[in-house]
């Protein structure tokens, strides 16, 4: 085969591989248009093709967080909406309860994020630092839902209750992350997880007192600690 021919059919090759991936990314664009569409922009009928409350699409996830604190309260959320070039105003203002909770993910521990001092009576757990979920309004349990306006169109209140849900989860997720609660959120976090890892411990008749720290912090002074050996190696010699 000569020079030329050999050209001709790599660029044959290359045209079809281009070609392959093009498809598949179009049949993957498509598909996830068509779900979304149907998902989310279609109302979904039952077999007398009448709308019903109910699952359009659920998927379960496995999780591995602690649970280590919950702030729950009641926010407001307000919202404006303008029609007619600023003629037609409206306003609404809720309250709901809402809740957040704050998350360690141990499965992110592994054995080095365990120092004993050289004492052997002293475990320190580095663990990752505290996560905040975003907050859960319940709109359905409103105490207060207050529409003003001499005329409040369709299109008007349903903008506002988008406007008017996001206002209330932006207020409540700023409570959420005020530098209070997230120290608070650390303390019960360094809390949970001792008690988590020394009833683990006992377990395994490890006698040694439990501490947390985050990432960042420093290690306890005035004592000597042995980084040479994972929590495997201290586990194997108590046993």
């Known amino acids: 085969?000569?020079?030329?021919?050999?050209?001709?059919?790599?660029?044959?090759?290359?045209?079809?591989?281009?070609?392959?991936?093009?498809?598949?990314?179009?049949?993957?664009?498509?598909?996830?248009?068509?779900?979304?569409?149907?998902?989310?922009?279609m109302v979904s009928v039952d077999r007398d093709g009448k709308a019903t409350a109910?699952?359009?699409a659920a998927t379960l996830f496995g999780r591995s967080?602690?649970?280590?604190?919950?702030?729950?309260?009641?926010?407001?959320?307000?919202?404006?909406?303008?029609?007619?070039?600023?003629?037609?105003?409206?306003?609404?203002v809720v309250k709901a309860p809402?809740?957040?909770?704050?998350?360690?993910?141990?499965?992110?521990l592994g054995p080095r994020?365990?120092?004993?001092?050289?004492?052997?009576?002293?475990?320190?757990?580095?663990?990752?630092d505290v996560t905040i979920e975003r907050p859960n309004v319940d709109l359905a349990r409103a105490s207060l839902n207050d529409v003003q306006g001499a005329f409040v169109s369709r299109g008007a209140m349903v903008e506002m209750g988008s406007k008017v849900a996001a206002s209330a989860q932006?207020?409540?997720?700023?409570?959420?992350?005020?530098?209070?609660?997230?120290?608070?959120?650390?303390?019960?976090?360094?809390?949970?997880?001792?008690r988590?890892?020394?009833?683990?411990?006992?377990?395994?008749?490890?006698d040694a007192q439990v501490s947390v720290r985050f990432a960042g912090d420093p290690l306890p002074s005035g004592e000597r600690w042995d980084v040479s050996r994972s929590l495997e190696e201290v586990l194997g010699t108590n046993r």
């Open 113 to 128: 994020d365990f120092v004993m001092n050289d004492a052997g009576d002293r475990i320190v757990i580095t663990v990752p």
């Open 1 to 41: 085969m000569n020079g030329d021919a050999r050209l001709k059919s790599g660029v044959l090759i290359v045209a079809i591989t281009v070609g392959l991936a093009l498809t598949i990314a179009i049949g993957v664009a498509t598909y996830l248009g068509y779900r979304y569409v149907t998902d989310e922009r």
């Open 196 to 206: 988590l890892f020394t009833g683990a411990l006992r377990a395994a008749r490890v």
């Open 65 to 92: 967080d602690l649970r280590v604190g919950r702030l729950s309260g009641t926010v407001q959320g307000t919202a404006v909406s303008s029609r007619l070039w600023g003629w037609l105003n409206a306003t609404q």
């Open 98 to 108: 809402f809740e957040v909770n704050y998350f360690v993910n141990v499965s992110q």
């Open 170 to 194: 932006r207020a409540a997720s700023d409570r959420a992350n005020s530098l209070e609660n997230r120290a608070k959120a650390r303390d019960y976090a360094r809390a949970a997880v001792e």
């Open 54 to 56: 109910q699952v359009v």
